[in-house]
């Protein structure tokens, strides 16, 4: 039913309290590849696997939580003693490994080409970090706008004073003019 987190659960819940099943570590490791958590993934199913080796389901978990994470020439190895434990799951052969393979020629296409690229001295396609020059005459403009802002802002200030006693005050503060209220009666704002 897609309820994936509440599944974690019941199996954490299960995994406490009989910690050397395998299935728990299998099952468990399934509901965390559905949240796209692959890291613990892989945790769980390397325990399943370490728990009962002889498993075919768990390498075959293994093996695609090891492809969420990448690592394609470790999910074709699970894949393959997922195999050597049980030949004829054609879900192994004609989903997993194959796909696996498949991933693992594209890679070596895309090393290859990067390895000729370079060769020839070409740049791999990438996005060129943009020169910036923060001595242009519009930058000097911009900063000279926003430090005359300031100073005009820094001449009227405004501040709102609240009194213990809940009165609500706006007070612009000149520079000509010194008068503060008393902090001790007063809380100061911005």
């Known amino acids: ?27 468990k490791s399934q509901v965390l590849m559905s949240l796209h958590e692959m890291f613990p993934a892989v945790h769980a199913a390397e325990m399943a696997v370490q ?10 978990t293994l093996g695609r939580a090891q492809l969420g994470l990448g690592e394609i ?3 074709i190895r699970s894949f ?14 004609k989903e997993d490994l194959s796909w696996a393979r498949k991933l693992q020629v594209q890679q070596k296409a895309t090393k290859t ?5 370079l060769a020839k001295g070409e740049e791999l396609v990438q996005e060129p ?12 403009a911009v900063c000279a706008a926003i430090a005359e802002k300031e100073k005009a802002l820094s001449a009227a200030k405004t501040m709102v004073i609240v009194s213990a ?21 007063f809380i100061r704002a911005r």
């Not at 599944?7 to 009989?18: F, H, P, R, S």
């Not at 970090?129 to 000097?140: A, K, R």
Request: proline residues 8%; aromatic residues 10%; hydrophobic residues 35%.
């Open 1 to 27: 039913n897609y309820r994936y987190r509440e599944a974690l659960v019941k199996w954490d819940e299960a995994l406490q309290l009989t910690p050397e099943d395998a299935t728990l570590y299998e099952m």
């Open 165 to 185: 006693s809940g009165t609500v005050e706006t007070v612009t503060k000149q520079d000509n003019c010194p008068a503060t209220p008393d902090e001790t009666l």
């Open 80 to 93: 393959q003693v997922s195999l050597h434990i049980f030949p004829m799951n054609p879900e192994v052969w």
């Open 129 to 140: 970090i943009p020169d910036y020059d923060f001595e242009s005459d519009e930058i000097v």
């Open 73 to 75: 020439a470790l999910a």
């Open 113 to 117: 080409e990067s390895v000729h690229a």
């Open 51 to 60: 728990r009962n080796p002889r498993s075919w389901d768990a390498w075959q």
